[in-house]
């Protein structure tokens, strides 16, 4: 409840009164506390401390109306007035002395403190009730619905009772007739008793006797031993019960079982292979035939310009084509393919050519290569009206770019043979690949030779240069590089005869990329045979994913021991397969290149693994996204039914004839 009475602090400015004050006498003295200064200045009392003469000074100060506004508690203005307030006494201390009679004071700031009291009860108007408190902690037990039962006496209760003999009953035919009397007999038959005096009668007048009479019928009558007949008048003065064979029903509720209840649907989908076919909507149908995709153009703008050959005589300056898709370099881990049902692959097979990116129409085309051949062949079928896309010029063959599955290959359209059949006309080209420029006819005939000592691989660089200027062919060397005297190198040939030379000296072949201006040399046996079940496979091929497949065995000697030879210079090497007596000799290699003992170990395990039961594996199956195509040289593991094999590739063929793309991979694998 608020209380009845509030404080209020205001601050008042007040205008400035003017005061008149009255000084005494006025000082005529001049009083110097230092002697007279050389520089003329008169210097008055620095140090002077004037004496603190308190001035008492009467004044009125009228003061204004205030205007007071506040807001208490109940929300009511207040207006009030103040009186001018009167002081009557100034206490003034001036520091300096005052030399006028007369002097306008400041304005007075006053600051004051009012209360008041309004004699107003203000009772409570009202209150907020809430629906919930705060919770109080109270110690309750907790509560469980089951507790731990107690045993009790109580016996077993059962629908059926063994029966007791009772040597008193009653028995009769007719119930509603009957009277039950305590402690009496009944039976239908009983043995005579021998009375006292007794005479038996067929019928006889019942008498009051203290031993009744037995007879076959007789009144009914009061008796004290009466005998229980069949048939007799009831006694109504007996409490007797009646006993019936039917009694009321008795209400029972009881449920009843089933093994089936009502049943609840469920929604529950099914997939199927086939839907239901749609009739087509009336109409007429056209063939488009899809237009070939426009390739990109073949040079990139970029600070260096790359030329892909060597400056041509008739001025025309060809640049290295970038925009092409090459498959990434195996890092080292397997490439596994899946086992699925089903294997969907988008073939897109395009060709164009290279010097002005025109698309050329094709029927079919087929690619191959072989760890024997150092060039892609190159076979398609064209239609004839393509013929003055591919016809070659004075300057030489026409450079196509064939595209599979995202795999570009430069090849040259070298031969045209053309086909006519009754109402159909094609041609047929072929060619190699584009390094084919290395070998005849494009290339000269050339003598090469070291005249100072080189190593192997500084032979090929040697090779594919010009009087020193490099053709701009890359070489990915891939052997165990050895020295080779000056001297010891002298081929006559193009530039492809020479580095198959120095390749084959170590065992080694060419496989030419597929776009790219590089040749990549490669051991026939990256690994032994023998040391096969160490190899990591670049290709895991399940059986679900090879549409065919043809095995032939061979048997070749199981030579286990050769001799490799230098010609003028070089070693005499002797190679023997570990773990065997080395009692079957094969024909001695004899090679000027041969020079060291690491030549000649290369060159030997080539010799050596060509030897024993092989096996010829031939395995077709899509250019699927995960592999690409498997080019020769690498390791393919496969399923032979419930055998796993291991092998290289030595062949690779592509056939491309849309909608289907197919590769078939020469593996040579070992019994």
């Known amino acids: 409840m608020p209380s009845a009475s509030s404080e209020l602090t205001l601050a008042a400015t007040l205008p400035a009164p003017e005061v008149s004050i009255a000084f005494g006498p006025p000082l005529v003295n001049l009083l110097f506390d230092q002697p007279a200064a050389s520089d003329a200045n008169l210097v008055f009392g620095a140090g002077f401390v004037a004496p603190r003469d308190d001035v008492v ?28 307030l009167t002081v009557s006494t100034l206490l003034l201390r001036p520091s300096v002395p005052l030399d006028v009679a007369s002097a306008s004071l400041p304005g007075v700031v006053f600051s004051g403190e009012v209360r008041y009291y309004s004699r107003t009860q203000r009772p409570t108007v009202g209150q907020t009730a809430h629906p919930w408190q705060l919770a109080r902690q109270t110690e309750d037990g907790a509560t469980q619905g089951q507790q731990d039962a107690a045993a009790t006496p109580a ?102 079982g089933s093994d089936f209840q009502t049943a609840r649907p469920q929604l529950k989908g099914w997939r199927g292979r086939y839907q239901e076919a749609v009739p087509p909507p009336p109409g007429i149908s056209r063939w488009v035939v899809p237009e070939p995709p426009v390739p990109q153009p073949c040079y990139t703008p970029s600070p260096h ?16 084509c970038e925009n092409h898709i090459t498959p990434p370099p195996p890092d080292g881990e397997p490439v ?60 030489g063959p026409v450079e196509l770019v064939a595209s599979v599955n995202g795999t570009a290959f430069r090849v040259l359209a070298e031969s045209i043979s053309r086909e006519r059949i009754f109402g159909d006309a094609s041609i047929r080209i072929s060619g190699r690949s584009h390094n084919a420029v290395l070998a005849a006819p494009y290339a000269p005939v050339m003598t090469f030779s070291n005249t100072e000592g080189r190593t192997a691989r500084q032979l090929m660089d040697d090779v594919l240069t010009v009087n020193g200027i490099p053709l701009g062919w890359a070489v990915d060397w891939g052997l165990t590089d050895w020295n080779v005297p000056a001297g010891a190198f002298a081929q006559q040939g193009s530039w492809i005869d020479a580095l198959t030379a120095i390749a ?26 023998w040391e096969w079940s160490t190899v990591t496979p670049d290709f895991v091929l399940p059986v679900d994913a090879v549409a065919r497949e043809s095995l032939r065995w061979l048997e070749k000697p199981a030579y286990n021991r050769v001799f490799v030879s230098g010609q003028d210079v070089g070693v005499l090497g002797q190679v023997t397969r570990a773990g065997t007596a080395g009692d079957v000799l094969a024909p001695m290699v004899v090679d000027p290149l041969i020079t060291e003992a690491a030549a000649a170990r290369q060159r030997g395990i080539a010799v050596l693994a060509d030897t024993g039961q092989q096996l010829e594996v031939s395995l077709r199956l899509p250019v699927l996204a995960e592999t690409g195509i498997i080019e020769p040289g690498a390791f393919v593991e496969y399923q032979d039914g419930s055998v796993t094999r291991l092998g290289i590739v030595r062949a690779t063929q592509v056939e491309a004839g849309m909608p289907e793309v197919w590769q078939t991979l020469g593996v040579q694998a070992y019994a």
Do not use: M
């Open 336 to 395: 596994v393919v899946p086992v699925r049902r089903v294997y969907f692959v988008i073939n897109n097979v395009t060709l164009y050519r290279v010097s002005d990116g025109a698309p050329v129409p094709v029927f079919n085309l087929s690619l191959s290569l072989d760890a024997s051949s150092w060039a892609w062949g190159f076979d398609a079928v064209l239609p004839a009206k393509a013929e003055a896309l591919v016809a070659g010029s004075a300057t």
């Open 504 to 529: 084959g000296a170590a065992g080694g072949y060419l496989i030419p990329h597929s776009s790219a201006q590089s040749i990549r040399v490669r051991h026939l046996y990256p690994v032994a045979p």
């Open 155 to 256: 016996g077993w209760d059962a629908f059926w009772r063994r029966t007791l003999g009772v040597p008193q009953g009653i028995e009769h035919r007719l119930p509603p007739v009957l009277a039950a009397a305590p402690e009496q007999r009944s039976a239908r038959h009983q043995d005579a008793t021998r009375l006292q005096d007794s005479t038996w009668f067929a019928h006889q007048d019942a008498t009051r006797l203290e031993a009744a009479r037995l007879g076959l019928f007789q009144n009914a009558g009061p008796l004290r031993d009466a005998t229980r007949f069949q048939h007799q008048d009831g006694d109504r003065t007996k409490r007797a019960g009646r006993l019936s064979r039917w009694q009321s029903a008795v209400l029972v509720v009881r449920g009843q």
């Open 57 to 84: 000074v009467l004044a009125s100060l009228p003061l204004p109306v205030v205007s007071i506004k506040f807001i208490p508690p109940a929300r009511a203005e207040l207006l009030a007035e103040l009186p001018a």
């Open 305 to 320: 310009l790359l030329f892909a050959a060597l400056a041509a005589t008739d001025g025309h300056l060809l640049f290295l």
